[in-house]
C-alpha cells in the first residue's frame, strides 16, 4: 500500500484525514482499470500525484454516496403509509404499492432502494473524475494542436543566431502566446533541470503529452536534428514550419465552414420563440387550458406565460453560446487584444481610449439613467433595458476609437517593418535603419512610437548593445500595445536575445508580419458576414412581430370579445389582451435583440463591440415599438 511523503499530507487535523484516506483507499491507484485515468492525469498536466487525487475522488465518491443513500431512505419513509389518489381513485402506482406494506417490508424496501442509489452515485463520481480527466486532456490537445505552428515558426527565427536548444524552448515558454505549447516546452524544461537530461525530458514529455499526432512527434525529431548540428536543426525546423501552416490553414478552413453551419442554426434558433408566441397566442384562444392559472414558488401564473418567458430565456441563452462558440472558434493568433484597465486615478483619464477603464467609468451613468427611468414610472424592464443601453452604447464608441487606431497602427507596423528590412538589406545596422525610417518615413499613427524606438537605439553602447536593444523592442512594444506588435516584435527580441543575426530576424520577420496582417484582414472580412447575419436576423424578428402586433392581435381580440354572443365554437374571451399580449411579444423582442447583439460584436471583435450592438439593437427596438404605440 502506498504511504503519502509526510510533506505532502502534512500535520494537525488535516494530515490525519489525508493518512487516513490514503489507508483506506490508495490501493485503488494500483488497479488496472485506471491505468487510462493515470495516462489522462499526465495528459492533462494536473498538479500533485495521480495517487492523491484518486484518494480524493473515493473519498468525495463514498461522501457522496453516504449522502445520496440517507437522501433516498429518508424520501422513501416520508412518503405516505395512505393510498395516494390517482384519477379519482384510492390507490398506490404500482411503483410505489411496497410502501403500503407493513412496516418491516417498507423498512428493507427503504434500505435497499437507498443502498442502490448510493451505489450508483459512487459509481458516477468515480466515472465523473475520469471524464473531467479526459476533458482537461482534450483542452490541452487542443490549445497545444492551435499554437505549435506559431511556436514552430519562432524556433525557425531563434535558430538563426543559437544552437542551444535548451535555450531556444525556454524563449518559446516565456511567451505567453504560446499557450499550451509553452506550457508543455516550460514542462520539458522542468524535468531537464531536475534530470540533468533534455534529450531524457524531451522524451518523457513526448510520452505524457495529449498531442500524441503533432507534438509528440516534433519533440522526438527536435531533438534527434539537434544533436545532429545546427544546420540540421534549421533545415528541419524550415519544413515543420510550413507543414504545420498547411495543417492550420486547413484547420483554419474546417472551422470556417463549422461557423457558416452555426450562423444558420443560430438564425432558425432564435426566430423559433417569436414563432412559438406567435403560435401561442394562436392556439390560446381555442385552448382555455393555457390560461389557467397555476401556482409556483414565485406566485399564480399560466402555462402560457411561463412558455413565453420562457421563449424570452432560450433566446438569451442561444445568444450566449453562440457568441462563446464564435469566440472559441476565432484562430488564437488572430485573437483581439486584451485590455487591461490602470488602477487608480489612471482608469478614469484612460476611459476615453480604453474600453476596459471605459467599462467601469461608465457604470454610474447607466446606474443614473436607470434611476431617472424608474422615477418617472418607467417599465421595470424598460429601465434595465435602457440602462443595458447607457451602458454599452459609450464602452462600445470607446472601443470604436481603440480599434481604428489600433488597425491604423498595424498597418503602419506592417509597412514599418519592410521598411527596416529594406534599408537593412543595404548594410545598415539595425540602429541606423530605424533612426532613417523614422526620418524619411511618415508613419501615421505609429510615428512617436518608431521615433521614441529610434532614439533609445541611439542611446546603445557597445557593451550592453543586446540587452539595450532588447529593451527598446519590448518598450517599443508596449506602447503600441496591439496583438500583432507583441507577436511580431516579440519574435525579434526573442532572437536578438540569443544572438541571431539581425538582418537573418528581420527577413523572417517579414514573412510573419505579412501573413499574420494578411490572416487578420481575411478573417475581419469574414466575420462581417456574421455582424450582418445577427443585425438581419433581429431587424426581420422586429418585422414579424410588428406585423403580428398590428393585424393578428386585433383581429384575435374582436374574436374574443365576440365569442360570448355566439353559441358556436367555444373560444376563451380572455384569452387575448392587446396590452399584456403586446407587452409580452415586446420582451422577447427585446430579448433577442440582446442576442443578436451578442453574436454580432462578438463576431466582429470582443465582448466590448458585444455590449455596443446589442445596446444599438435594443435602442432601435425601443424606439419602433414606442412609435408604433406598443410599449405600455
Same mark, same amino acid.
Given at each position: 500500500m502506498? !504511504?503519502?511523503p509526510?510533506?505532502?499530507?502534512?500535520?494537525?487535523r488535516?494530515?490525519?484525514?489525508?493518512?487516513?484516506?490514503?489507508a483506506?483507499?490508495?490501493?485503488h491507484?494500483?488497479?488496472?482499470?485506471h491505468a487510462?485515468?493515470?495516462?489522462r492525469f499526465?495528459?492533462?498536466?494536473? !498538479?500533485?500525484s495521480?495517487?492523491?487525487?484518486?484518494?480524493r475522488?473515493?473519498?468525495l465518491?463514498w461522501?457522496?454516496?453516504?449522502?445520496?443513500?440517507?437522501?433516498?431512505?429518508?424520501a422513501a =419513509?416520508?412518503?405516505? !403509509?395512505?393510498a395516494? +389518489?390517482i384519477?379519482?381513485?384510492?390507490v398506490?402506482?404500482?411503483?410505489?404499492a411496497p410502501?403500503?406494506a407493513?412496516?418491516?417490508?417498507?423498512?428493507?424496501?427503504? &434500505?435497499?432502494a437507498?443502498?442502490a442509489?448510493g451505489?450508483?452515485?459512487?459509481?458516477a463520481?468515480?466515472?465523473?473524475?475520469?471524464?473531467?480527466?479526459r476533458?482537461?486532456?482534450?483542452?490541452?490537445?487542443?490549445? &497545444? /494542436?492551435?499554437?505549435?505552428?506559431?511556436?514552430?515558426?519562432y524556433?525557425?527565427?531563434?535558430?538563426?543566431?543559437?544552437?542551444d536548444?535548451?535555450?531556444?524552448?525556454?524563449?518559446v515558454?516565456?511567451? @505567453?502566446?504560446?499557450?499550451?505549447?509553452?506550457?508543455a516546452?516550460?514542462?520539458?524544461?522542468s524535468?531537464a533541470?531536475?534530470?540533468?537530461?533534455?534529450?531524457?525530458a524531451?522524451?518523457e514529455?513526448?510520452?505524457?503529452?495529449?498531442?500524441?499526432?503533432?507534438?509528440?512527434?516534433?519533440?522526438?525529431? =527536435?531533438?534527434e536534428?539537434a544533436?545532429?548540428?545546427?544546420?540540421?536543426?534549421?533545415?528541419?525546423?524550415?519544413?515543420?514550419?510550413?507543414?504545420?501552416?498547411h495543417?492550420?490553414?486547413?484547420?483554419?478552413?474546417q *472551422?470556417?465552414?463549422?461557423l457558416?453551419?452555426?450562423?444558420?442554426?443560430?438564425?432558425?434558433?432564435?426566430?423559433?420563440?417569436?414563432?412559438?408566441?406567435?403560435v401561442?397566442?394562436?392556439v390560446?384562444?381555442?385552448? +382555455?387550458?393555457l390560461?389557467? +392559472?397555476?401556482?409556483?414558488?414565485?406566485?399564480?401564473t399560466?402555462?402560457?406565460?411561463v412558455a413565453?418567458?420562457?421563449a424570452a430565456?432560450?433566446?438569451?441563452?442561444v445568444?450566449?453560446?453562440?457568441?462563446?462558440?464564435?469566440a472559441e472558434?476565432? $484562430?488564437?493568433?488572430?485573437a483581439?487584444p486584451?485590455?487591461?484597465r490602470p488602477s487608480?486615478?489612471?482608469?478614469l483619464?484612460?476611459?476615453?481610449?480604453n474600453?476596459?477603464?471605459?467599462?467601469?467609468?461608465c457604470?454610474p451613468?447607466a446606474?443614473?439613467?436607470? %434611476?431617472a427611468?424608474?422615477?418617472?414610472?418607467?417599465d $421595470?424592464?424598460n429601465?434595465?433595458l435602457?440602462?443595458?443601453?447607457?451602458?454599452?452604447?459609450p464602452?462600445g464608441?470607446?472601443?470604436?476609437?481603440?480599434?481604428? &487606431?489600433?488597425?491604423?497602427?498595424d498597418? /503602419?507596423?506592417?509597412?514599418?517593418?519592410?521598411a527596416?528590412?529594406g534599408r537593412?538589406s543595404?548594410?545598415?545596422?539595425? $540602429?541606423?535603419?530605424v533612426?532613417?525610417?523614422?526620418?524619411e518615413?511618415d508613419s %501615421?499613427a505609429?510615428?512617436? @512610437? &518608431?521615433? @521614441?524606438?529610434a532614439?533609445?537605439?541611439?542611446?546603445? !553602447?557597445?557593451?550592453? /548593445?543586446?540587452?539595450t536593444?532588447?529593451?527598446a523592442?519590448q518598450?517599443?512594444?508596449?506602447?503600441?500595445g496591439?496583438?500583432l *506588435?507583441?507577436q511580431?516584435?516579440?519574435?525579434?527580441?526573442?532572437?536578438?536575445?540569443?544572438?541571431?543575426d539581425?538582418?537573418?530576424?528581420?527577413d523572417?520577420?517579414q514573412?510573419?508580419i505579412?501573413?499574420?496582417?494578411? /490572416?487578420?484582414k481575411?478573417?475581419?472580412?469574414?466575420?462581417?458576414?456574421y455582424v450582418?447575419v445577427?443585425?438581419?436576423?433581429?431587424?426581420?424578428?422586429i418585422?414579424?412581430?410588428?406585423?403580428?402586433?398590428?393585424?393578428?392581435?386585433?383581429g384575435?381580440?374582436q374574436?374574443? *370579445?365576440?365569442?360570448?354572443?355566439?353559441g358556436?365554437?367555444?373560444?376563451? +374571451?380572455q384569452?387575448?389582451?392587446?396590452e399584456r399580449?403586446?407587452?409580452?411579444?415586446?420582451?422577447v423582442?427585446q430579448?433577442?435583440m440582446?442576442?443578436?447583439?451578442?453574436?454580432?460584436?462578438?463576431a466582429?471583435?470582443?465582448?466590448y463591440? *458585444?455590449?455596443?450592438h446589442?445596446?444599438?439593437?435594443?435602442?432601435?427596438?425601443?424606439?419602433?415599438?414606442a412609435?408604433a404605440?406598443?410599449i405600455?
Open positions: 502506498a !504511504t503519502p509526510e510533506e505532502r499530507v502534512g500535520r494537525g488535516t494530515g490525519a484525514l489525508k493518512r487516513g484516506l490514503y483506506l483507499f490508495a490501493d491507484a494500483e488497479q488496472r482499470r487510462r485515468d493515470r495516462k499526465r495528459a492533462a498536466n494536473h !498538479t500533485g495521480f495517487d492523491w487525487f484518486l484518494v475522488v473515493y473519498g465518491s461522501l457522496v454516496g453516504s449522502l445520496a443513500s440517507l437522501g433516498a431512505v429518508l =419513509f416520508a412518503l405516505p !403509509t395512505t395516494v +389518489p384519477s379519482g381513485r384510492g398506490f402506482p404500482p411503483a410505489l410502501l403500503a407493513p412496516p418491516m417490508v417498507r423498512f428493507v424496501v427503504a &434500505i435497499l437507498g443502498s442509489v451505489l450508483l452515485a459512487k459509481w463520481t468515480v466515472r465523473a473524475s475520469g471524464l473531467y480527466l476533458w482537461r486532456a482534450a483542452a490541452r490537445r487542443s490549445g &497545444i /494542436e492551435r499554437t505549435l505552428p506559431g511556436a514552430v515558426r524556433l525557425r527565427a531563434l535558430a538563426t543566431g543559437s544552437d536548444p535548451e535555450r531556444m524552448l525556454r524563449k515558454a516565456e511567451q @505567453d502566446v504560446y499557450g499550451e505549447t509553452g506550457v516546452f516550460e514542462r520539458a524544461l524535468r533541470t531536475l534530470s540533468g537530461s533534455l534529450d531524457a524531451l522524451r514529455t513526448a510520452r505524457d503529452t495529449p498531442s500524441r499526432d503533432l507534438l509528440s512527434p516534433f519533440l522526438v525529431k =527536435f531533438r536534428h544533436s545532429q548540428g545546427e544546420d540540421a536543426l534549421r533545415s528541419y525546423l524550415r519544413l515543420e514550419s510550413r507543414m504545420l501552416s495543417r492550420q490553414d486547413r484547420a483554419r478552413q *472551422a470556417s465552414d463549422f457558416e453551419l452555426l450562423a444558420e442554426l443560430f438564425i432558425v434558433l432564435l426566430v423559433l420563440p417569436a414563432l412559438l408566441v406567435v401561442l397566442t394562436v390560446s384562444v381555442l385552448a +382555455p387550458g390560461s389557467t +392559472p397555476i401556482r409556483t414558488p414565485l406566485g399564480a399560466t402555462p402560457r406565460a413565453v418567458y420562457g430565456g432560450f433566446a438569451l441563452a445568444g450566449a453560446g453562440a457568441a462563446w462558440l464564435v472558434l476565432r $484562430p488564437p493568433d488572430q483581439p486584451d485590455y487591461t487608480g486615478l489612471a482608469t483619464t484612460s476611459a476615453p481610449f474600453p476596459a477603464s471605459a467599462a467601469v467609468v457604470v451613468l446606474c443614473g439613467v436607470g %434611476g427611468l424608474f422615477a418617472v414610472g418607467t $421595470p424592464a429601465v434595465a435602457l440602462a443595458y443601453a447607457a451602458y454599452g452604447l464602452v464608441a470607446v472601443l470604436l476609437r481603440r480599434a481604428r &487606431i489600433d488597425d491604423a497602427k498597418r /503602419e507596423m506592417k509597412d514599418f517593418v519592410h527596416v528590412a537593412m543595404l548594410g545598415r545596422p539595425f $540602429p541606423s535603419a533612426e532613417t525610417v523614422a526620418r518615413v %501615421g505609429l510615428q512617436s @512610437d &518608431i521615433e @521614441d524606438l532614439f533609445t537605439l541611439s542611446l546603445t !553602447t557597445s557593451a550592453g /548593445e543586446g540587452d536593444r532588447g529593451a523592442l518598450r517599443f512594444t508596449a506602447a503600441v496591439t496583438p *506588435a507583441a511580431t516584435m516579440g519574435l525579434v527580441t526573442g532572437a536578438l536575445d540569443v544572438g541571431g539581425t538582418e537573418a530576424v528581420f523572417t520577420l514573412q510573419e505579412g501573413r499574420l496582417y494578411h /490572416e487578420r481575411a478573417l475581419r472580412s469574414a466575420m462581417l458576414t450582418a445577427g443585425w438581419t436576423t433581429a431587424l426581420l424578428i418585422g414579424i412581430v410588428l406585423a403580428v402586433n398590428l393585424h393578428v392581435l386585433d384575435f381580440a374574436l374574443s *370579445a365576440v365569442s360570448g354572443t355566439s358556436g365554437i367555444a373560444i376563451d +374571451p384569452a387575448v389582451e392587446l399580449d403586446r407587452y409580452r411579444f415586446y420582451l423582442t430579448a433577442t440582446l442576442a443578436c447583439g451578442w453574436f454580432a460584436g462578438v466582429s471583435r470582443d465582448r463591440e *458585444a455590449l455596443l446589442s445596446a444599438a439593437l435594443v435602442v432601435v427596438c425601443y424606439t419602433v415599438f412609435v404605440g406598443m405600455p
